[in-house]
C-alpha cells in the first residue's frame, strides 16, 4: 500500500470530472462502444475522447477497436482502489470547494466593486 | 513523509479576493447555497463564528425532514485568513461523538487578484469514517463513489 496516495490521486483525478464520472457510471452497467458512450454529451467528439484518454490512461477503463467500432469497459481491479472511504471524503470537499469557487465567481464578484 | 491516508488537502484558485471568499462562507445565506449539492438543500442552524462558536448544518432532499449534517464548532476563526472547526466538539466546547470525527483547517490566501483556497482535512482513523457510510450518509457526488463499491463487490 505504499503508494496508496499516488494510487488515490490518479483515480481521484480520473473521476473529478462530471462527464468521466457519467461514463464510469455508465459502463459499470456494461461495455459500451465510444459512440454510445458520447451521445448524452453536448460537446465534440474529440474532447470527449480526450476525457477516455484520461481514465484509460488511469487505468479506470479500456478499450478495444473490432472494425470501425470501439467498445469501452471498466476495469475491475482499478476501481476495487477506488473502494475507499478517503477517496469519497476527498471528493466531496473537492465539490464542495468547487461549489464554494462557482458561487463566488458567479453570483459575488459583482459586488466586489460595491464594496469597495 | 508520506501524508496518512487519513488526511487529505484540496486546494484551488478562487477567482476573487480573500474578502469575498469569507463572505461566502461566514455569511448563512451564502454558505447554504453550496455547502451541499443541489438538489439537497441545506440549512444553516449555527454559524457562531468565534472559538467555541457553534456550527451546525442541516439537509433536506425533497420534501422530507431536515436530517443532521455537519455538527461541530469553531477552533480558530482569523477573518479572511484561516477557519478551523471540529465535530469531536460542538457549541462551548462539549465533547460530542460524532458520525464522523474530523478538523478541517480552511484557509484563504491572497494570490494575485484572486484566492488560493484550500482545506486540510484531518479524520480519526478509516474505521470511524466508514462507520457514516453504513449509517447511509451520502452527498451527491457519492453516488458514484457507492456505484463502484457495489461494483466491485460484484466483481467479488
Known amino acids: 500500500m505504499e503508494n496508496y496516495v499516488t494510487l488515490l490521486d490518479s483515480v481521484f483525478r480520473a473521476l473529478a470530472d ?4 457519467a461514463v464510469v457510471s455508465r459502463l ?19 474532447s470527449f475522447l480526450k476525457h477516455l484518454k484520461v481514465l484509460e490512461d488511469d487505468g479506470l477503463i479500456a478499450s478495444k477497436k473490432v472494425g470501425r467500432v470501439r467498445t469501452c469497459w471498466v476495469k475491475a481491479e482499478r476501481l476495487a482502489a477506488a473502494e475507499s472511504w478517503l477517496l469519497e471524503q476527498r471528493a466531496l470537499w473537492q465539490a464542495r470547494t468547487d461549489r464554494l469557487a462557482a458561487h463566488v465567481e458567479t453570483h459575488m464578484t459583482g459586488s466586489t466593486d460595491d464594496a469597495g | 513523509m508520506q501524508a496518512e491516508p487519513s488526511e487529505l488537502t484540496i486546494a484551488r484558485y478562487i477567482d476573487a479576493p480573500p474578502a469575498l471568499v469569507w463572505k461566502a462562507w461566514s455569511t448563512p445565506e451564502h454558505l447554504a447555497r453550496w455547502w451541499i449539492p443541489h438538489p439537497i438543500e441545506c440549512q444553516v442552524i449555527k454559524l457562531d463564528l468565534r472559538p467555541g462558536g457553534g456550527f451546525e448544518t442541516r439537509m433536506r432532499e425533497g420534501a422530507g425532514d431536515f436530517q443532521p449534517h455537519v455538527e461541530g464548532c469553531f477552533l480558530e476563526v482569523i477573518p479572511e ?9 460542538t457549541e462551548g466546547w462539549q465533547p460530542a461523538e460524532p458520525w464522523l470525527a474530523l478538523t478541517a483547517i480552511i484557509t484563504f490566501e491572497k494570490e494575485g487578484r484572486g484566492t488560493r483556497y ?5 479524520h480519526k482513523n478509516a474505521a470511524d469514517s466508514r ?8 452527498e451527491g457526488w457519492g453516488t458514484v463513489i457507492e456505484q463502484l463499491a457495489a461494483f466491485v463487490r460484484r466483481q467479488g
Open chain 2, 131 to 138: 462507520r457514516h457510510e453504513e449509517m447511509g450518509f451520502h
Open chain 1, 28 to 46: 459499470m452497467r456494461g461495455p459500451a462502444p465510444v459512440k454510445v458512450l458520447a451521445e448524452p454529451f453536448a460537446m465534440g467528439l474529440p
Open chain 1, 18 to 21: 462530471p462527464t468521466r464520472r
Open chain 2, 118 to 122: 484550500a482545506s486540510r482535512v484531518l
Open chain 2, 81 to 89: 485568513a484561516r477557519l478551523i472547526f471540529t465535530t469531536v466538539l
